[in-house]
């Protein structure tokens, strides 16, 4: 074939030459879809797992010796096989390319094969990249939204985090009264010392403890703290009936400003009270 080809002239020769190259990428092309079938078998088979490679892509980039890169998309067809049987077909016989059905594959929408597959016979792996893109998507669906909330995290022994969701109205009110309280401390604060300018934090701890106040106007014997502590008179120590045991330190701070209810139980029936 070569010496004939040498003597027709240059432009008979580029034909014989792109008939040649078109037989060739033919013959490529039914090789791959052959192996798209066999790799599809492979992980239908779940014959995979026996050689103890971490990834499919990674069992053909080893057996083949393609790069990583041509593995995924051999991946990517077998995967869609049954989705896109019109290009796979057109793979086999070699009348599409790997990288053409490859970029089907791992972009078109399901139900698209029959509209690929006729575009793909006359369009490069661009036009194909192109036209995958301006495809209409779906519109994603819409979850409901999530109502108020408060969630908190610890952040080390010292520190607590505390994040807060709020409608719109709600977030507004709380603004303006955090707003409202930190400009009083700012005008509480003296000019002449060395304390720290108030912060937002601490305008959130004065809100905090005016709400306390009115509770306990409207409540006199609403305390801010309430500690419940077991004492079993035949025991020496008390147990807490929730929360962490106290520290030294917490326990004097509050029990500075506090009052004290004591109810006596026997056999878990209350048999008195008292208050100090």
Do not use: C, G, W
């Given at each position: 074939m070569s010496s004939t080809a040498t003597s027709l002239a240059a432009g008979e020769r580029l034909e014989v030459l792109?008939?040649?190259?078109?037989?060739?990428c033919g013959q490529r092309n039914a090789i791959d879809g052959r192996l798209v079938q066999i790799v599809a078998e492979l992980e239908r088979e779940e014959l995979a797992g026996l050689t103890g490679v971490r990834s499919m892509s990674a069992l053909v980039a080893w057996k083949t010796g393609v790069a990583p890169r041509?593995?995924?998309?051999?991946?990517a067809i077998a995967r869609r096989l049954e989705e896109f049987p019109r290009c796979t077909e057109a793979l086999r016989e070699g009348r599409l390319s790997l990288d053409q059905v490859g970029v089907i594959a791992e972009r078109a929408a399901a139900g698209s094969d029959e509209h690929y597959a006729e575009l793909a016979s006359v369009a490069t792996v661009s036009q194909?990249?192109?036209?995958?893109?301006?495809?209409?998507?779906?519109?994603?669906?819409?979850r409901p939204e999530s109502g108020p909330e408060v969630s908190t995290t610890s952040t080390g022994e010292r520190y607590t985090t505390y994040r807060i969701r709020l409608p719109r109205l709600e977030a507004a009110?709380?603004?303006?009264?955090?707003?409202?309280?930190?400009?009083?401390?700012i005008a509480e604060h003296?000019?002449?010392?060395?304390?720290?300018?108030?912060t937002r934090v601490d305008a959130f701890m004065s809100l905090v403890e005016a709400g306390w106040d009115s509770d306990v106007a409207r409540r006199p014997h609403g305390q801010h703290t309430t500690v419940v502590v077991h004492l079993d008179v035949d025991k020496p120590a008390a147990a807490l009936h929730l929360g962490p045991i106290l520290s030294?330190?917490?326990?004097?701070?509050?029990?500075c400003d506090t009052t004290c209810e004591v109810w006596f139980e026997r056999h878990g029936q209350p048999i008195g009270s008292g208050r100090t």
């Open positions: 792109f008939d040649e190259i078109a037989e060739l041509n593995a995924e998309t051999v991946v194909l990249r192109t036209a995958i893109k301006m495809e209409p998507r779906p519109d994603p669906e819409t009110k709380f603004d303006a009264a955090v707003q409202s309280h930190h400009d009083a401390l003296p000019a002449d010392t060395e304390e720290a300018f108030p030294e330190d917490e326990r004097q701070y509050l029990l």
